[in-house]
Every structure is written in structure tokens, then in C-alpha cells.
């Protein structure tokens, strides 16, 4: 028999209470009810119409920052005023009650940040600030975005007259070692490891859940769409996130 809504939500939430540490990892699907598209999904996703290899490689950024620009000066105009949707609150009143110990996203969107999240792993950085690979100074997204409008050739510029690269972690790049090791430490610790809104593809984050379960731990998803974690999984769902998650916080 299909197990109902409202008996998966029920065991998430048994998980969730039982827990002595949860942790989240979101992806790009909890961001998509606040009007950000995913990276993949077929006529809506990022990478659509656009090779990422051509326009967010370092090389591309290395080698055409004008054609880099083009490309992630839209995405900060697409990014920059998106607010929390319900998804981000609810993990931020999960931390609030002491159910959820820290956030790990692989998103750049600040949105967790700005929902209230205070133990946050931005694994892939942030577009919160861009910084100069030269000098080493770091720019908030508006003044970034302000460099961006004002040169002729649409490249936001350090003061020393260098390129500035948004401060998130580009294809060809590896990430942060600090964060990843949070990361994986707090996999490790997890008694629940709560995936929402990612694919579990992405690698190296793609591990987690595997750490998690390998420390005795489990794991539950909350993401439309199958991953390669459906049949291990302690419980999955995958219809609305926001309504999801929502029914969660009630059920505790």
C-alpha cells in the first residue's frame, strides 16, 4: 500500500524528534518556490540553453571575463532581490526548537541567510561579495554589481584595475577545504542527514548521505524527483517542498 502524506511526514518528524543531531543539506530545489530556477530541469533549468563549461568555468573567467560577466551579471540581477520562501523558515524554526544543528548548501543564493539560518556551510560559496585574485580584496554584491554597470566592458573591477571573481565556487574549481570538512563532519555526526531539494548527483557533497549511514545515521529526502539515494533512504518525499517541510514543523 502507498504510504500517504501525512505517514511519511509523520515518520520524517518521529526521525527528527528522536534525533540527538539533524542536518540539512538543500540544494537548488528548496530555492525554486522563491522564482530561482534549478540547474537541470528540461525547458526551466540554468543550464538550458547555456554550456556552463563556456560561461561559470574559472577558465571562462580567466580567459573572457566579458563573456564571464554577461552571463553572472544576470545572475546576480536574477539572485540578488529573491526572498525566503517557506522552506528556508521552516528549517530556520527547526534550528530555533533545537531540532536541526547546521545547514549545509550547495546553493549561492544567500537565502538561508537571509531567513534567519545561523549555523550555515555555504560549500559553494556565496554571491554575497566578489573578490580580486590579485590584492585579495573582497566586494559586497552591491558595490560588485555598481563596478559591473559603471565599466565599458561590463567587468566589475578591483580598485588595482583587476578582474573580480563572485565568490562562489566555479566549475574547475575545488571547494573550500574548511567548509567541506565541516560538512563531512557534520555528516558523520548526524543521527538524521535531511536532504532537501538536491539531487544527491553533485559530487563531492554527493558523499554525505553516504557518511551519515556509514556512522549509523540515516537518511531522509525531501526533493521532487528521483535520486540515487530513493531505496536507502529512511523516508522520502516529493511533492512540494515549502508544503512538506511546513507539515513537518506542525507534526512536531
Request: hydrophobic share 45%; glycine share 8%; aromatic share 6%.
Amino acid at each position: 500500500m502507498a504510504r500517504t502524506l501525512e505517514d511519511s511526514v509523520g515518520t520524517l518528524a518521529a526521525l527528527v524528534r528522536e534525533a540527538r543531531s539533524v542536518v540539512a543539506l538543500t540544494g537548488a530545489g528548496i530555492s525554486v518556490p522563491s522564482g530561482i530556477p534549478d540547474f537541470r530541469s528540461p525547458g526551466t533549468g540554468l543550464w538550458e540553453n547555456v554550456d556552463p563549461m563556456a560561461v561559470a568555468h574559472i577558465d571562462a573567467w580567466r580567459e573572457d571575463p566579458e563573456r564571464f560577466w554577461h552571463f553572472y551579471g544576470n545572475r546576480f540581477q536574477t539572485l540578488e532581490d529573491k526572498e525566503p520562501n517557506g522552506a528556508h523558515r521552516a528549517l530556520v524554526e527547526l534550528e530555533r526548537r533545537g531540532h536541526l544543528d547546521a545547514v549545509v548548501t550547495q546553493n549561492i543564493d544567500m537565502l538561508h541567510r537571509k531567513a534567519g539560518t545561523r549555523e550555515l556551510i555555504e560549500v559553494h560559496g556565496t554571491i554575497e561579495h566578489s573578490s580580486c585574485l590579485t590584492c585579495g580584496a573582497r566586494y559586497a554584491l552591491a558595490d560588485a554589481r555598481a563596478r559591473l554597470a559603471a565599466d565599458p566592458r561590463g567587468v566589475p573591477r578591483c580598485d588595482c584595475g583587476e578582474p573580480l571573481k563572485p565568490d562562489v565556487v566555479l566549475f574547475g574549481e575545488w571547494l573550500p577545504a574548511e567548509a567541506l570538512d565541516r560538512a563531512y563532519e557534520l555528516a558523520a555526526d548526524a543521527d538524521v542527514l535531511l536532504c532537501v531539494g538536491s539531487s544527491l548527483e553533485v559530487h563531492p557533497i554527493a558523499q554525505l548521505p553516504g557518511i551519515t549511514r556509514a556512522n549509523g545515521g540515516a537518511v531522509a529526502i525531501v526533493t521532487q524527483g528521483p535520486t540515487p539515494w530513493d531505496d536507502r533512504a529512511a523516508v522520502k518525499l516529493d511533492g512540494d517542498v515549502v508544503a512538506e517541510l511546513e507539515a513537518l514543523i506542525a507534526a512536531l
